[in-house]
């Protein structure tokens, strides 16, 4: 099954910037979510986005889902040690969920 | 509020050995599913289910066996492990709305030798 274009792959940031990462698809999705994993442990949803260009903030984090319902973008704000995990994008259409590969975010304090 | 329960955490297998990883949710969801995550790959779907008694092929199937007899349980049955099956599995659940999103378990770290 298609995955999802998720990038970057990896992050190296310093603690305090910003972050942005986003997911492409050739494939129109009704939901767009964002998780996050941290080691040892399974995706823990973050973010999840209903509507075509509907902007969702939890606490310094940011997503969008794309207009054209193919993409969304998350952003990270003044980034901090405990960010340091993978975030994954999810596109969903009722059952059918697809998933990017990843961005391993590490943040040096 | 437990949510999605899988066990063993960790397990090392040999070649040729069957095995059963189980996974039970308390959330009352009819729908729950399988999927290993291997580096660079992302989450891959092996089997899911829609509600008791039915069960469906996701995108690698092939070498697993699932089976849904109560709504609670959803067990991952590996026939005859193999190297290529060294991975992270996943048990995953939602409610039957249609865009309502994944909860996932804590994974099984599973090595075939």
């Known amino acids: 099954g298609q995955q999802l274009n998720q990038s970057p792959q990896s992050m190296f940031i310093q603690e305090g910037e910003d972050v942005s990462m986003n997911c492409t698809s050739s494939?129109?999705?009704?939901?767009w979510l964002w998780y996050k994993q941290d080691p040892g442990e399974g995706p823990v949803l973050l973010i999840a986005?209903?509507?075509?260009?509907e902007l969702t903030s939890n606490g310094r984090l940011t997503a969008q889902f794309g207009i054209t319902r193919k993409d969304s973008f998350l952003n990270i704000s003044a980034s901090i040690p405990s960010d340091v995990g993978i975030y994954f994008c999810?596109?969903?259409?009722?059952?059918?969920?697809?998933f990017g590969a990843g961005t391993r975010l590490t943040v040096k304090p | 509020n437990a949510g999605v329960t899988q066990t063993p955490k960790f397990q090392v297998l040999k070649t040729g050995q069957s095995m059963t990883l189980q996974c039970a949710q308390d959330?009352?969801?009819?729908?729950m599913s399988w999927y290993r995550q291997d580096p660079g790959m992302g989450l891959r779907l092996i089997h899911y289910?829609?509600?008791?008694?039915?069960?469906d092929q996701g995108e690698v199937p092939n070498g697993y066996n699932v089976s849904r007899s109560t709504t609670e349980d959803f067990p991952l049955r590996l026939l005859s492990a193999a190297p290529s099956q060294t991975s992270v599995y996943f048990c995953?659940?939602?409610?039957?709305?249609?865009?309502?999103?994944?909860?996932f378990g804590n994974g099984t770290r599973l090595t075939v030798t």
């Open positions: 995953a659940s939602k409610d039957d709305r249609g865009n309502s999103p994944l909860h």
């Open positions: 494939s129109i999705f009704n939901t």
């Open positions: 986005l209903y509507k075509a260009g």
């Open positions: 999810a596109g969903l259409n009722n059952n059918d969920m697809r």
């Open positions: 959330m009352n969801h009819e729908y």
């Open positions: 289910s829609v509600g008791a008694g039915i069960t």
